[in-house]
């Protein structure tokens, strides 16, 4: 009999996760949060396109996955590119507002460099260490992504494009993770932007290293 946590499994099914490619506002330096709409950039474009390449490369074929994805644009156009490589309609997706990112508040749209030091991240572990006003926890990501898992049958492999932060606790939910302090929610390690992991019962296996960078709002 398996003693696999049920807050783990995934019925056998495989869970395909990537957050969305390069965006104007990451290379313009400000922060995304969700309510801005935030093209990708060329780059952006050629992340989603390396990956819906390796993606198909990887499923050796065509295979029927259910797509799921944030509700944000950037999320939605980097899974249009990824299904153009699986040969799937990306409009059969269901795009859920729990996977977007971390909402913040009142610092959606400031230049990093205008905050003057109000933001604290720490570098090492790619986090921001300070809530912005009006803005999200890392708790309050964890509370929305476990309703979210709570939900799922896992009845097909799924495709799931989601966002930096929001990526790396929903991993971090789905492999056990512990919470990682000072944040004191599970995260997992971060990984350059353009990335892909499978996700299988707790086991987590990199389809995709990307060449961008770590993760920002």
């Known amino acids: 009999m398996?003693?696999?946590?049920?807050?783990?499994s995934t019925a056998g099914k495989r869970l395909f996760i990537a957050r969305h490619g390069e965006t104007i506002f990451n290379l313009a330096g400000r922060i995304q949060g969700n309510e801005?709409?935030?093209?990708?950039?060329?780059?952006?474009?050629a992340q989603a396109d390396?990956?819906?390449?390796?993606?198909?490369?990887?499923l050796k074929g065509f295979s029927s996955l259910e797509l799921v994805a944030s509700d944000t644009g950037r999320a939605l156009q980097t899974l249009s590119i990824?299904?153009?490589?699986?040969?799937?309609?990306?409009?059969?997706?269901?795009?859920d507002r729990r996977l977007r990112e971390i909402n913040m508040g009142e610092w959606e749209g400031t230049y990093y460099n205008d905050l003057n030091g109000k933001?604290?991240?720490?570098?090492k572990h790619g986090l921001f260490l300070t809530q912005a006003p009006g803005g999200e926890s890392y708790g309050d990501i964890v509370r929305r992504l476990k309703t979210w898992i709570a939900d799922q049958r896992f009845e097909?492999?799924?495709l799931l494009i989601?966002?930096?932060?929001?990526?790396?606790?929903?991993?971090g939910l789905l492999t056990g993770q512990e919470p990682l302090e000072p944040i004191a929610a599970p995260m997992a390690e971060s990984l350059p932007q353009g990335s892909m992991v499978q996700i299988v019962d707790g086991v987590e296996t990199i389809v995709h290293l990307g060449a961008g960078e770590g993760e920002k709002a």
């Not at 990824?82 to 795009?95: F, G, K, P, Y």
Request: glycine share 6%.
């Open 119 to 123: 933001l604290k991240i720490d570098h």
């Open 82 to 95: 990824v299904c153009e490589h699986i040969e799937m309609d990306w409009h059969q997706v269901v795009a």
């Open 50 to 58: 390396e990956m819906g390449r390796a993606l198909a490369l990887y």
């Open 36 to 45: 801005a709409h935030t093209p990708l950039t060329q780059r952006g474009f």
């Open 162 to 171: 989601s966002h930096g932060m929001t990526s790396r606790v929903l991993r």
């Open 2 to 8: 398996s003693n696999l946590s049920s807050d783990l």
């Open 156 to 158: 097909r492999d799924m």
